[in-house]
């Protein structure tokens, strides 16, 4: 049965539906991007914000960055943390609410999309560190963090054709991203993309997400695209937040290549993972 | 409920009534019962063969966790033809065999029970599905739960 178009058009809107990415977290990035920029600027933009400002604070002091001493201002959280963990530290916490609710399409319960995520951000900044160029290092986290939003707005509608798209994939041997691109018009990684482009993340972010599930598609931003794709398979191999979908995507040998990592690297990651991540500190 | 996470081993006399192993992807989860006196161990290990100098690593692979796990066994007093032995989970994710952890880990298991002299009573393995495993140490149930569908009993 052919999808109907207004079943697409019904979800595409659908992204428009997502609340923005708060205003002062795009301004952040704009002023870490300037060449001048200094701990004082961002200081003073964090201090606009009253929520913002107690966030860095208490991120800066948490037991989770080894401080010694109480940091008391802004100006010294910020030079602590370096522009770009505090960037993504406070990129992440925007996102928890968003994250931590309940994808019955997926059945990935309370909280599983928001530890799939940190997971995956830590594990791609971990990849980032050994094999990327300062580029890539500077956006593997965000990519990590942001690379299943698209699940957001799908959940509800493989809800509406959830047995549908378990018989493709458990009697018809279908991804399940295939899945949902028969039954819904779109998969995930679509969706997602159209998500990063709406919240105005530079084209290697679309690009990541886009990819994902399948980086020998990816004509540019390969490096970023096989960290975010590996990443995730060994978050989903961990059994860290994935749903129903996690066992019914492939995992890209080749991505592996790119990266000029062996096999065996894919295990250290999985070994560092267990014993580096604390999702529990974003949580504010 | 005593939960056992990714990596950790514990075993029934750390806390009372039944022990929960949630989140089992392509971890295996090794369990051993002593029925007559209803106590259990678990451990959930995630990667097949120890190459970490780490002491806090050695519960996360299959060959080190099932040595350790049968070791905490025989401390407690249990002998080792009084073990039965349950073991659930490795799954695997779609594509190239050779990342296929999660069978590894169940060969490994597998490999070092019977190096033991160990016999595996039950196991529910392989596949693609996530499973959450509840152990009753006082009855030597184990049940195996999935995100869809009927729970299981081994
Ligand atoms: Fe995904
Ligand atoms: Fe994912």
């Known amino acids: 049965m052919p999808i109907s178009l207004e079943?697409?058009?019904?979800?595409?809107?659908?992204?428009?539906?997502?609340?923005?990415?708060?205003?002062?977290?795009?301004?952040?990035?704009?002023?870490?991007?300037?060449?001048?920029?200094?701990?004082?600027?961002?200081?003073?933009?964090?201090?606009?914000?009253q929520a913002l400002a107690s966030k860095v604070l208490k991120l800066a002091n948490s037991p989770y960055f080894g401080v010694i001493r109480t940091i008391s201002s802004i100006q010294q959280g910020v030079a602590f943390l370096g522009f770009n963990t505090l960037h993504n530290l406070v990129l992440a916490s925007s996102l928890f609410g968003m994250y931590e609710k309940e994808l019955k399409?997926?059945?990935?319960?309370?909280?599983?999309?928001?530890e799939h995520s940190i997971y995956s951000a830590f594990a791609a900044q971990s990849l980032a560190e050994s094999v990327g160029n300062k580029a890539v290092r500077e956006t593997a986290f965000t990519a990590g963090l942001i690379h299943d939003v698209g699940k957001l707005v799908m959940s509800l509608y493989i809800s509406e054709v959830f047995q549908s798209i378990?018989?493709?994939?458990?009697?018809?041997?279908?991804?399940?991203?295939?899945?949902?691109?028969?039954?819904?018009?779109?998969?995930?990684?679509?969706?997602g993309?159209?998500?990063?482009?709406?919240?105005?993340?530079p084209p290697a972010l679309v690009n990541a997400i886009r990819y994902h599930h399948a980086p020998q598609l990816a004509s540019s931003d390969a490096d970023l695209v096989s960290i975010v794709h590996l990443s995730d398979a060994a978050c989903l191999m961990m059994g860290k937040g994935s749903g129903v979908d996690g066992g019914y995507y492939p995992i890209d040998g080749l991505a592996l290549q790119t990266l000029k990592m062996k096999e065996d690297d894919l295990q250290k990651l999985i070994l560092r993972l267990t014993s580096s991540v604390n999702p529990a500190i974003l949580e504010v | 409920m005593l939960q056992?996470?990714?990596?950790?081993?514990?075993?029934?006399?750390?806390?009372?009534?039944?022990?929960?192993?949630?989140?089992?992807?392509?971890?295996?989860?090794?369990?051993?019962?002593?029925?007559?006196?209803?106590?259990?161990?678990?451990?959930?290990?995630?990667?097949?063969?120890?190459?970490?100098?780490?002491?806090?690593?050695?519960?996360?692979?299959?060959?080190?966790?099932?040595?350790?796990?049968?070791?905490?066994?025989e401390n407690q007093g249990v002998a080792k033809h009084e073990i039965t032995i349950k073991v659930v989970g490795g799954?695997?994710?779609?594509?190239?065999?050779?990342?296929?952890?999660?069978?590894?880990?169940?060969?490994?298991?597998?490999?070092?029970?019977?190096?033991?002299?160990?016999?595996?009573?039950?196991?529910?393995v392989g596949g693609r599905r996530k499973r959450h495993v509840i152990i009753h140490p006082g009855t030597g149930r184990v049940q195996v739960k999935y995100l869809l569908g009927e729970p299981l009993d081994i």
């Open chain 2, 4 to 73: 056992i996470g990714l990596g950790e081993l514990k075993t029934s006399t750390d806390g009372k009534g039944p022990m929960e192993i949630p989140n089992i992807m392509s971890g295996v989860a090794v369990i051993m019962l002593d029925k007559k006196r209803g106590m259990a161990g678990a451990v959930h290990v995630l990667l097949p063969v120890c190459n970490s100098m780490s002491r806090a690593d050695l519960t996360k692979f299959a060959d080190t966790g099932v040595k350790l796990l049968l070791g905490e066994m």
């Open chain 1, 166 to 191: 378990m018989d493709l994939v458990e009697r018809d041997g279908l991804q399940f991203l295939e899945a949902e691109k028969k039954l819904l018009g779109f998969d995930h990684a679509e969706i």
């Open chain 1, 7 to 49: 079943l697409k058009r019904k979800i595409v809107r659908s992204v428009d539906d997502l609340p923005p990415i708060p205003r002062v977290v795009m301004k952040m990035k704009e002023l870490m991007m300037a060449p001048n920029c200094s701990a004082k600027h961002i200081a003073d933009l964090v201090s606009q914000d």
């Open chain 2, 91 to 124: 799954s695997d994710l779609m594509g190239a065999t050779n990342f296929s952890v999660g069978h590894k880990n169940v060969e490994v298991v597998s490999r070092v029970l019977s190096q033991e002299g160990l016999l595996v009573a039950a196991q529910e």
């Open chain 1, 193 to 201: 993309s159209e998500v990063a482009r709406k919240w105005r993340f």
């Open chain 1, 105 to 114: 399409g997926y059945k990935m319960a309370k909280g599983a999309l928001w």
